[in-house]
């Protein structure tokens, strides 16, 4: 296997654009990331990417020209962006193409995501009391995660006032004003004990990635970010996921642990080698709890973490530096490549006023999606 490298990254802002569908925001993002890289669209010779309300993304080639691209259509909930990588990666690290796209967009209208029972398996009780709610999932996680930890509901707040006040600094941010813990923690209750602060919202957006061999990049001229590693697993026996009916007396593993392990032995490296890190956001519970998955501290550590200020931008490891979902929004399809979009933007040097000090020289991303998928990619400068 080859090693890859990102020779161009896209983004289209994230939030809500009037008058833009999701596929033309993709397709601004593709533009974007050609462009980056000094290529045309028919220099592309395979593509993957995914859109969970936007319709199929292979559709963006009649704008972009029909070129006879080998397209594929992924949709792995959440995860879909860093699935889409994945596949874009291994294409170009088998030998099989030399530059590939990995690319998502949606338009999520307002409210919460509405899935439904029978698309994963469920009957419909499960929906009708209430559990097909994301946001009840993912308070129930964190209440008892709280318990078992000595979480603080402060620290919640702590999470959230840092996304918005990191997201004040990436113009492809949807919420650029700073809360402060006090309002966040006393603004409406959506379900205890989150707030509506605490979490992110569907959203829009698009991102894309140009990948490339090493040979091919020689050829071209141009510099890249190595893909280091990638990884993505589902749950294993006795995990607890979203949309799981029941959970288990025995403590089971994580999908997300899963794929850090991988990522990180692929890499040759650990989680204190890392020096910066997007994790997915969906609440602020999230952060804290992928904090630990993902192998950076142990469990009821983060308190301590948030409270020293570790996880900030000048910290011994900023978390989110564009303010990830909860400032960002979490458009399904583009949320993934959002992280590794920002990664770029680091190990770049071109994060302007969220850039972490010190020249990064490695980068963390980690999507989490329905009904437990995760997927990890490590970048290297």
């Given at each position: 296997m080859s090693d890859v490298y990102i020779i161009g990254a896209g983004i289209h802002p994230f939030g809500r654009t009037e008058g833009r569908s999701g596929r033309e925001?993709?397709?601004?993002?593709?533009?974007?990331?050609?462009?980056?890289?000094?290529?045309?669209?028919?220099?592309?010779?395979?593509?993957?990417?995914?859109?969970?309300?936007?319709?199929?993304?292979?559709?963006?080639?009649n704008e972009?020209?029909?070129?006879?691209?080998?397209?594929?259509?992924?949709?792995?909930?959440?995860?879909?962006?860093?699935?889409?990588?994945a596949a874009a990666q291994y294409a170009v690290a088998s030998g099989t193409f030399d530059l590939a796209m990995a690319v998502g967009f949606d338009k999520h209208p307002r409210g919460a995501f509405n899935f439904k029972p029978r698309e994963y398996g469920l009957p419909s009780w499960y929906g009708q009391n209430?559990?097909?709610?994301?946001?009840?999932?993912f308070a129930m996680k964190i209440q008892r995660y709280m318990r078992l930890y000595g979480i603080r509901r402060e620290t919640l707040g702590r999470v959230a006032e840092k996304a918005f006040r990191n997201g004040e600094k990436a113009?492809?941010?949807?919420?650029?004003?700073?809360?402060?813990?006090?309002?966040?923690?006393?603004?409406?209750?959506?379900?205890?004990?989150?707030?509506?602060?605490?979490?992110?919202?569907?959203?829009?957006?698009g991102a894309a990635m140009i990948l490339a061999s090493q040979k091919k990049m020689n050829e071209l001229g141009v510099t890249g970010i190595k893909i280091a590693s990638i990884a993505v697993r589902t749950r294993p026996p006795n995990s607890f996921e979203v949309f799981q009916p029941g959970v288990s007396i025995v403590e089971?593993?994580?999908?997300?642990?899963?794929?850090s392990a991988a990522a990180f032995e692929m890499a040759?490296?650990?989680?204190?080698?890392?020096?910066?890190?997007?994790?997915?956001?969906?609440?602020?519970?999230?952060?804290?709890?992928?904090?630990?998955?993902?192998?950076?501290c142990k469990d009821g550590e983060q308190e301590q973490w948030i409270a020293e200020g570790r996880t900030e931008i000048g910290g011994a490891l900023p978390v989110n530096t564009d303010g990830?979902?909860?400032?960002?929004?979490?458009?399904?399809?583009?949320?993934?490549?959002?992280?590794?979009?920002?990664?770029?933007?680091?190990?770049?040097?071109?994060?302007?006023?969220?850039?972490?000090?010190?020249n990064p020289k490695t980068a963390y991303s980690h999507v989490y999606g329905a009904p437990g998928i995760s997927a990890v990619a490590i970048l290297e400068a």
């Open positions: 925001q993709g397709i601004y993002a593709v533009r974007e990331a050609l462009a980056d890289a000094g290529l045309k669209w028919q220099d592309i010779q395979c593509a993957f990417g995914g859109s969970s309300a936007a319709g199929s993304a292979d559709i963006m080639v972009l020209g029909l070129t006879g691209v080998a397209f594929t259509n992924i949709l792995n909930g959440c995860a879909t962006g860093g699935s889409s990588l209430g559990m097909m709610l994301t946001t009840q999932f113009a492809h941010a949807w919420r650029r004003s700073p809360v402060d813990l006090e309002t966040i923690m006393n603004s409406q209750m959506v379900n205890d004990p989150l707030t509506k602060y605490m979490f992110c919202a569907p959203a829009e957006g089971g593993g994580k999908p997300t642990q899963l794929a040759g490296i650990g989680p204190e080698d890392i020096d910066v890190a997007q994790l997915q956001d969906t609440e602020s519970g999230a952060e804290i709890m992928h904090m630990a998955e993902n192998g950076f990830g979902c909860i400032a960002c929004g979490e458009p399904i399809g583009a949320s993934g490549l959002r992280h590794v979009y920002e990664n770029m933007q680091q190990l770049r040097g071109r994060a302007s006023a969220r850039q972490v000090p010190n």
